[in-house]
């Protein structure tokens, strides 16, 4: 083969390896693609084929759910806890109605890769995930295998940003070819920032702490030359919910905050719109500067357009409310639904410069305000049952766990509001993880919180 330049015949032994894994380490395989999960490549931004897929990682895990539904077959059951628990729940709903609003589709064959997509990072990450956080130790494999290469990126791009003197317009592409853009990147770098400080914790050995401090400086220069505002806000809101689990704030003070705000809010409704259209910094290498911009929506290009994809998404919902377009069609279907005064110097009618921008919103155009309330449903169970299980538990390392997997997803909660990266590896993974990270601590180690080693087969 080699002598007849077929060199793709060298993969053959690592194929083979990774046949062996899914066979006999499964917990291997899937540690495997975490690791490999901030160095993927999309082949459509390499323009190979224009299939839009990400090497290695998502066929691996799509050969990992069909290995999970043969041994379902098999079995003939799956742990009973898991079906019935509020979360699981909520994750299957989401699915069905995924599953409904494709059959509905203006764009079927979209519709149904959209969902393809979706089962295998669920399954993967959370089914699966779920029976490997049986075993107390696994949630540290899964934390490092992603941490590790990531702060390998963010090291990259540091280095290669500060060759073009940390100008704010090179921090948009000098994280390519592993992020297709500065915003994912920051997303993923403020989702794991928070988590660094689980591993300060003295009951951490000194090289693992003094290794955290480290990757906290590291994480820290990625998120601020990140360049990006919504991954900036995430990680302030981030602590505030850190202040608000650790002195036990409660909910009716919440909501009493959140009411008074909402009051204040809409009595200056006018006042506030005027002084924000007053604003006219753009985005800007000063990082003072490009923090005033996270407000301006009456120049700066990325907020406005931003603006119009919100606007093209509740026109297209108001046209369809219960089934939408179709999951994954927003990308096709939203250019008629522009409006001139919309407009922006960065408005496409081809559906690149991202999706709907936001994790809400989309679903709202793609799949109706079913489609939208699945995915608020599913977030209130995630902090409903996780702030319960935080209370519940004593002091340990449980305990913080569920506090700084709680705090970090709500990065990309927030950042939802903002962006919408859920079709990638490099935002589901984390996000199904450590979602089934809090429902495995809930089921298998809440009154238990030994390692349950023999469960893990």
């Known amino acids: 083969m080699i002598a007849n330049e077929s060199f793709y015949f ?9 046949i062996f894994m899914a066979l006999f380490n ?4 899937m540690w495997f693609v975490v690791f490999c999960t901030p160095f993927s490549l999309n082949l459509e931004e390499l323009d190979i084929g224009g299939v839009g897929m990400y090497l290695p990682t998502e066929p691996l895990m799509f050969g990992i759910m069909l290995l999970f539904f043969l041994k379902l077959f098999l079995a003939g059951s799956y742990d009973r806890r898991v079906i019935y628990h509020p979360v699981t729940i909520a994750v299957l709903f989401n699915l069905v109605w995924i599953f409904i609003t494709s059959l509905t589709s203006e764009m079927p064959v979209v519709s149904f890769k959209f969902l393809l997509s979706r089962m295998w990072f669920v399954v993967s990450f959370y089914f699966v995930a779920m029976q490997l956080f049986k075993v107390k130790k696994n949630y540290q494999i899964y ?3 992603y941490i590790i290469p990531l702060a390998a990126i963010i090291m990259y791009a540091v280095i290669r940003l500060a060759t073009y003197a940390f100008d704010e317009k090179a921090g948009h592409w000098v ?3 592993f992020f297709k853009d500065h915003t994912s990147y920051g997303a993923v770098v403020a989702l794991y920032f928070p988590m660094l400080f689980l591993f300060i914790h003295k009951r951490y050995s000194t090289y693992v702490r003094m290794f955290a401090y480290i990757l906290i400086v590291v994480f820290g220069l990625g998120l601020v030359f990140s360049y990006t505002r919504a991954a900036w806000v995430s990680v302030l809101m981030a602590g505030i919910l850190f202040l608000i689990y650790k002195y036990r704030i409660k909910f009716k003070y919440l909501l009493s905050v959140g009411v008074v705000g909402v009051l204040i809010l809409a009595m200056s409704w006018t006042s506030i719109m005027m002084k924000l259209e007053k604003n006219n910094q753009d985005s800007s290498g000063k990082l003072s500067e490009h923090v005033e911009s996270i407000s301006n929506v009456s120049t700066d290009a990325s907020n406005l357009e931003r603006v119009n994809r919100w ?14 377009w179709g999951p994954g069609t927003y990308v096709f279907q939203y250019a008629p639904f522009q409006l001139s005064y919309n407009a922006t110097i960065i408005t496409t009618n081809a559906g690149s410069n991202g999706n709907a921008h936001s994790e809400y919103i989309g679903p709202l155009a793609e799949q109706g305000f079913i489609g939208m309330l699945s995915m608020v449903l599913l977030l209130m169970a995630v902090y409903y049952r996780g702030s319960l299980l935080y209370h519940r538990l004593p002091d340990g390392e449980h305990k913080s766990v569920v506090l700084f997997t709680l705090i970090s997803l709500l990065t990309y909660v927030v950042h939802g509001f903002l962006n ?6 490099k935002a589901s993974i984390p996000f199904w993880g450590f979602i089934a990270l809090i429902v495995a601590i809930d089921i298998y180690h809440c009154n238990s919180p030994e390692s349950l080693d023999s469960e893990t087969k």
């Open 143 to 145: 934390m490092w295998s």
């Open 26 to 29: 499964l917990d291997k395989l």
């Open 311 to 324: 606007v093209s998404a509740w026109r297209m919902f108001k046209e369809r409310p219960v089934f939408g």
């Open 420 to 425: 919408n990266y859920l079709d990638t590896d």
């Open 175 to 177: 994280m390519e070819p």
């Open 10 to 18: 060298a993969l053959v032994p690592f194929v083979l390896a990774l």
